[in-house]
């Protein structure tokens, strides 16, 4: 097979973004711990979970892609994917991931993912915690849609997995499918 799906995933919903899209598809999904050799695929579609600024997966997978290999990135976060500025800071942090080598056969999407604040772990409910007792704190006109979003929805558990966004990212595959 010449296309693969890699899926780094903490909490579980890039990885129902990754294997409905393997659904869709008939590519094969695996986690990227698990990942095969990837300098032989010609394509690489990536769901990465967002989490501290990076692209879970993201580092490991981009650095065996082959040198004309396609890499598609979707990221996965609790970001409103409509809010440009949301996006210019997912991929400015995503790019610094990736080795120049790969830079400029990358292409981008976003999705939105969940949380379920019961279900993270120690660290990872302190660093929410900490980021949420800081966002409040600041005055309404500095609280961006992120921002306000992260207060709205701390401590509960939402899930804004969409699988139609999945749309876009399955066009781009069937435009490069005659290639």
């Known amino acids: 097979m010449d296309s693969i799906i890699v899926y780094g995933s903490q909490y579980g919903t890039a990885r129902r973004y990754a294997e409905k899209f393997a659904e869709m598809t008939g ?4 986690g990227y711990r ?6 032989g695929y010609r394509r690489v579609i990536l769901f990465g979970g967002l989490y501290a600024g990076g692209v879970l997966g993201l580092k490991e997978a981009a650095r ?3 040198g004309q ?3 598609l990135i979707a990221t996965v976060g609790l970001a409103d994917v409509t809010d440009p500025r949301n996006i210019a ?8 991931q990736l080795p120049a080598a790969a830079a400029g056969r ?3 999407f976003h999705l939105r993912g969940g949380i379920d604040y019961q279900k993270l772990s120690f660290k990872h409910r302190t660093m ?7 966002a409040k704190n600041l005055p309404p006109e500095k609280q961006d849609a992120e921002v306000r979003a992260m207060i709205e929805t701390f401590g509960k558990k939402v899930d804004f997995v969409d699988f139609q966004a ?3 990212l399955l066009e781009a595959i069937r435009e490069t499918e005659g290639d």
């Open 27 to 30: 590519f094969p999904a695996v």
């Open 34 to 39: 698990e990942r095969p050799d990837l300098s």
């Open 64 to 66: 065996e892609v082959g």
């Open 69 to 71: 290999a396609e890499l």
């Open 89 to 96: 800071n997912i991929r400015k942090a995503a790019r610094r």
């Open 106 to 108: 990358v292409r981008f």
């Open 128 to 134: 929410m915690t900490l980021l949420y007792h800081k």
């Open 166 to 168: 999945l749309s876009p």
